[in-house]
Each structure stands twice: as C-alpha cells, then as structure tokens.
C-alpha cells in the first residue's frame, strides 16, 4: 500500500473536502485529479459508492483504492444485454458482475460501478459455497452443491461454471 511510503501535507483543499464529507455535509467537486479523487474515496468512512463514467474507469479507481486503503474496494461490472437475435454471447460479464455481488453482500466497503451498472436488477442473494484446501469433503455433497448452483457436469472442463 502506497500510504506507508507517501506522506501527505495536512490542512489542504482535499483535506477540507474530505472533513465536510465525513461531517456529512453535501458535497460536489469537479476538476479533481485522479489521485486525489482516489485518496477522498479511501478517506470515506463506511460503505462508499463511488460512481464513473465509464467501465475502464472503474477499474482503475479500483487499482487506485486499493493502492491506498486496507479496506476492500471491488468494481460492479454492468452485465451484458442479453439481445434476442443473438447466438451466441459470452458470459464473462455476468460472471464478473456475480463475483462482485459477491464481494458486495460479503461486506465489501467501497463499490466502484457506472450508472448503468446501478440500474440493472440485482439478486437478493448471492449463492455460493467455499472449498477449502486440506479439508475433507463428502464428494457427492460438492457435486450437489454444484449442481444447485447451476454448473453443468462435463468430462473436461473447458470454460467457466462447468466442473469435472
């Protein structure tokens, strides 16, 4: 993490910003670098979302925080539209999206996302199950789970939510 290298000037505009924020105050700035945009959202205390205008965006505010904060910051991916003439489509989106969900409903402190990710349904619920090395497991019980949990039973996996 970057803040047991840097040291930062107390006193400043962005420290003025980050008081008001934290004292609750609305608050609208526009015209700030990307770093110091980084180091308000680090400073926020308890559960942050923080809105961008583009995907590409969110990912590097992601790379920013988390260089910057213990807290755990994930980016919520919008999920691709699902287009009725459309063959084939690639759920690396939803994939992505779930996993930050995931994140989310497992306390994740700062969420980096778009409007249009926000707008979008969300789950009540994520369901998973973990699988921990070294631990014994009843086989049949993790293929269940598995199965509940909508993977498909192949011989080789080869892509995502498929198991062997």
Do not use: H, W
């Amino acid at each position: 993490m970057l803040k047991n290298y840097v040291t930062v000037k107390e006193g400043g505009i962005v420290d003025n910003l980050i008081s008001d924020v934290l004292g609750g105050l609305p608050t609208a700035v526009f015209g700030v670098p990307f770093g110091e945009k980084c180091r308000i959202v680090s400073n926020i205390k308890g559960r942050t979302i923080f809105i961008v205008k583009s995907a590409e965006d969110a990912k590097n505010y992601v790379d920013g925080i988390k260089a910057l904060t213990d807290k755990t910051a994930v980016y919520l991916p919008a999920k691709d539209d699902v287009l009725i003439y459309k063959q084939v489509y690639d759920k690396t989106a939803l994939y992505n999206r779930i996993s930050a969900l995931y994140e989310i409903y497992n306390g994740a402190e700062i969420i980096v996302t778009t409007f249009e990710a926000l707008f979008q349904l969300f789950p009540r619920k994520v369901n998973a199950f973990t699988i921990e090395k070294g631990k014994e497991y009843d086989l049949y019980a993790v293929i269940n789970e598995l199965v509940k949990l909508k993977y498909k039973r192949v011989e080789y996996c080869e892509s995502k939510a498929s198991f062997s």
